[in-house]
């Protein structure tokens, strides 16, 4: 008995030795290729190119691996690594790649790239991708040559490009406007709407245009413009404890962190924190936007209603005689009859209607080529997300939700993401003059 249990437990070590072994040794004996990934599917290579590239063997661990350009039969070698060991199953490289250092000219070329793995019979992949040398920036021809811009306000430009490009915009200082492609009288213009801050002034702030193509060679043009000088209001807001009892017990039913506080501590939180957080949940959803104009001449006012406040407006928020915030308001109030009726400002498609905090019950409409309006502290909503409206269709009323001391609608228009001076767009001259003549100049 003892004899077949010792001969059994030995079979059984046998038998896991030799499984062990063929584990070990499996990867060595493995036929499967290595893997190759480029981050991005490369046609062209410009003056700097960055490449990422991605080798893998997930089994018997990379040998080597080698990137290489060629050109006119010449061989550029990117990048070459040989493991001399076992046990690198993936590297990632970054490479930047400067054709004019390597003496390469604009045209055909070939990106070869390859990796052996440590199996016995060195598996070996190999790709060999064309690609365009294209060391030549895009040109960048302006057909507004007279842009005069008002602080907080807007600004249309077209040019075109002397090639495709991947990316193209206005810059004003580090703010970003990107373009859209536009077809007139049969010609490939780029239309973008730009805003300006209410601090920009002329020789100091910096406004031009910028494309990048396919290769990534940039181009950039000086816009030229005249700022003209504006000056906003500043206002004192003296916050009265009723104010602060009547609003404040809202915001803190809906965030549960400002439970427990004092309605001035609550208010701290709201014109700041709050304020700030609904500015990005407002940015986010301007940033994409219908490629075409969906508006159609100047854009309606609420009728009948007096402006309690302006764009611009600078206000200091007072409580008991000290100061204890700041805001910049971003639209103007507009006060009619209580629950008065807010009609689309023009043609669009509906792309938020909801709670926004400060902002109250609100509605957001899309206008095309990121040009955006905002209607603030609505009693009712009577659109959802993704309905197109037309100038003049009742989307609700006016109420005192958010932070409104009284029944008002606050109105914005959104322009790249910024907020803009509204007025310029209920005035039919500074349309003809701003947007639809400068239009009319690239047929």
């Given at each position: 008995m003892n004899r077949f249990y010792s001969l059994y437990i030995g079979a059984v070590v046998t038998i896991i030795v030799l499984i062990g072994g063929l584990l070990l040794f499996s990867s060595y004996f493995e036929i499967g290729n290595p893997e190759i990934k480029l981050s991005e599917d490369l046609i062209a290579i410009g003056q700097q190119k960055v490449m990422n590239i991605t080798f893998s063997d997930t089994k018997s661990g990379l040998r080597d691996i080698v990137a290489v350009l060629t050109q006119d039969n010449k061989s550029y070698t990117l990048s070459s690594i040989h493991y001399p060991q076992k046990g690198t199953y993936q590297k990632s490289i970054s490479l930047t790649v400067d054709p004019y250092s390597m003496k390469m000219h604009d045209g055909p070329a070939v990106l070869q790239l390859k990796a052996v793995d440590y199996s016995l019979f060195?598996?070996?992949?190999?790709?060999?991708?064309?690609?365009?040398?294209?060391?030549?920036?895009?040109?960048?021809?302006?057909?507004?040559?007279?842009?005069?811009?008002?602080?907080?306000?807007?600004?249309?430009?077209?040019?075109?490009?002397?090639?495709?490009?991947?990316?193209?915009?206005?810059?004003?200082?580090?703010?970003?406007?990107?373009?859209?492609?536009?077809?007139?009288?049969?010609?490939?213009?780029?239309?973008?709407?730009?805003?300006?801050?209410?601090?920009?002034k002329q020789n100091v702030t910096r406004i031009k245009v910028v494309a990048k193509d396919m290769a990534g060679n940039e181009a950039s043009l000086a816009l030229p413009h005249l700022i003209k000088n504006k000056k906003f209001r500043y206002d004192k807001m003296n916050l009265s404890d009723n104010f602060l009892q009547q609003k404040m017990p809202d915001f803190q039913m809906s965030n549960p962190n400002l439970r427990g506080k004092t309605p001035i501590e609550t208010f701290i939180f709201v014109n700041g924190q709050l304020r700030q957080d609904n500015l990005k949940t407002i940015q986010s959803m301007s940033q994409k936007s219908e490629p075409k104009q969906l508006w159609q001449d100047t854009f309606l006012r609420m009728k009948n209603a007096s402006p309690m406040a302006l764009f611009g407006d600078v206000r200091t928020y007072l409580f008991q005689g000290k100061a204890i915030g700041e805001s910049v308001h971003e639209g103007v109030d507009l006060a009619s009859t209580e629950h008065a009726p807010i009609e689309a400002a023009n043609d669009g498609v509906v792309v938020f209607a909801g709670p926004l905090g400060i902002y109250g019950n609100a509605v957001m409409?899309?206008?095309?080529?990121?040009?955006?309006?905002?209607?603030?502290?609505?009693?009712?909503?009577?659109?959802?997300?993704?309905?197109?409206?037309?100038?003049?269709?009742?989307?609700?009323?006016?109420?005192?939700?958010?932070?409104?001391?009284?029944?008002?609608?606050?109105?914005?228009?959104?322009?790249?993401?910024?907020?803009?001076?509204?007025?310029?767009?209920?005035?039919?001259?500074?349309?003809?003059?701003?947007?639809?003549?400068k239009i009319a100049m690239a047929n």
């Open positions: 060195k598996n070996e992949t190999l790709i060999n991708r064309p690609v365009t040398i294209d060391m030549t920036p895009p040109q960048i021809y302006l057909q507004n040559p007279t842009n005069i811009i008002n602080p907080g306000g807007t600004c249309l430009t077209l040019y075109r490009t002397s090639k495709p490009v991947m990316m193209s915009g206005v810059m004003v200082e580090n703010q970003f406007f990107t373009s859209y492609p536009i077809l007139i009288s049969g010609k490939l213009f780029h239309i973008v709407y730009f805003a300006l801050p209410v601090d920009a409409i899309d206008h095309g080529f990121g040009l955006f309006s905002l209607y603030g502290h609505q009693s009712i909503i009577n659109v959802k997300m993704g309905q197109p409206v037309k100038k003049g269709d009742v989307i609700g009323n006016s109420g005192i939700s958010g932070l409104a001391g009284g029944d008002h609608l606050h109105f914005a228009l959104i322009v790249g993401s910024q907020f803009v001076n509204p007025q310029e767009w209920w005035d039919p001259h500074w349309i003809a003059d701003n947007v639809t003549k």
